[in-house]
């Protein structure tokens, strides 16, 4: 059986604009090639009603789940919630255990719970909350959409909390080795290995360092017994490899 | 008028499994702003011919400009300008000025014009050659589709070439403030300025940072007069930010 796959969809202007690195999508993909999920999209929008729930709809409907980060704070242009809910045709409103979670952290702090802290306790029917053990308000599972926060270390301990309860596929195994010498040099040997492992995925990706040209060879696949036999045939063909 | 829009569309299989750390797209976002281009979607996809196509062909329908960033080298898995002229309906094939500008590169460098590099000097019929000064093989425009190298060097060497010759609209312009409080503690004066001035974006970004909590309040429009107007309403509420 092929692995699940996975969408991952990035919400907000800050992104599309340059004005922050996004990291979210390049750690939740490092995590999903472990468990055996297999990542096809990374997708960013704007934080625009219309488009999320688009992308919500097209990109839930094409793989098996489909996570999102960013968009779910206190302020006004944290909509993803929102858009989720449209998009999955859910009821949305504040829901009375994620407002418990949040009157609780709050009254430890001795912290006011105001209107727009009450915002972040507005969760789908029928949606899992996703635990947030850094600042309390929670993310939530709606369906297969999986819907997280943007801050780095808050996405990242939901991720951490959720991952272990779906169900993955083989891990796909990766084996690496790295040549002194250019892309187009390495070409050949690559494509015939590629036309011997049609079920390995053998990349190359090139690079410059200290003014010399060096490729990065990559050889992935979920079955052990080809990935050793692929990895065998390419250090014969490139013995000065590391 | 509105300022043209534009996606990027990311080739590559090496993201998807968190292998690479992409930062092309988040280096042209930042070029695109000051040229007045508005990013509306990045999107990252894997070396799959058929997926490439369909996205190609959505996202130039759907905004003035296209760029594209990897799978133009020289080995079996760069597809992209196969894919780019298969959904523009354009011929590919070895072109004679890509041809020429790669046999006086290899031949200056006493290096063999192979199959695999001439590879690199196939570009669909009526594309414009878009001049890579690092490592000769061009990248090329294909109606409002720019196809350009992953290799960051080069993808930005490339950018830098083609962005002076395409039109842009009103820069936009950012202001911003920082203040050492919950992003929940200022939702309400930011919600107020927004609708007071509809023009605007503004954005809120929290951080941690030493255990403490902050935002980032960041204010956008392209009409600097509404950029000041609502700066100082926003130092007015926030008088302690930096």
Do not use: W
């Not at 779906?166 to 015939?192: C, F, I, K, N, Y």
């Not at 040209?213 to 050889?219: A, M, Q, R, S």
């Amino acid at each position: 059986m092929p692995n699940p796959t996975a969408a991952i969809l990035i919400i907000g202007d800050e992104i599309l604009s340059g004005r922050t690195r996004e990291g979210n999508a390049h750690y939740l993909a490092g995590q999903l090639v472990e468990r055996g999920i297999t990542c096809r999209e990374i997708r960013v929008v704007p934080d625009d009603n219309e488009v999320i729930v688009a992308a919500v709809r097209e990109l839930s409907a094409a793989h098996d789940h489909l996570f999102t980060s960013g968009g779910i704070g206190p302020t006004h242009d944290d909509i993803t919630a929102d858009a989720v809910a449209e998009a999955m045709g859910a009821k949305l409103d504040v829901r009375e255990d994620a407002k418990a979670i949040l009157a609780a952290h709050y009254a430890a702090r001795d912290t006011e719970f105001t209107a727009a802290r009450l915002r972040m306790a507005r969760i789908p029917d029928g949606a899992v909350l996703i635990e947030n053990p850094v600042s309390a308000a929670p993310g939530f599972s709606l369906g297969n959409v999986h819907v997280m926060a943007g801050v780095p270390n808050i996405f990242q301990a939901m991720v951490e909390g959720l991952l272990p309860k779906l169900t993955g596929g083989a891990p796909m195994l990766s084996r690496s080795l790295q040549v002194l010498r250019a892309e187009s040099s390495v070409a050949d040997d690559l494509r015939a290995l590629a036309g011997r492992y049609p079920d390995l995925s053998i990349g190359s990706y090139p690079f410059v360092q200290e003014g010399r040209y060096g490729t990065n060879l990559v050889l992935r696949g979920t079955d052990p017994v080809q990935v050793d036999a692929g990895f065998a045939e390419l250090k014969t063909a490139f013995p000065e490899g590391t």
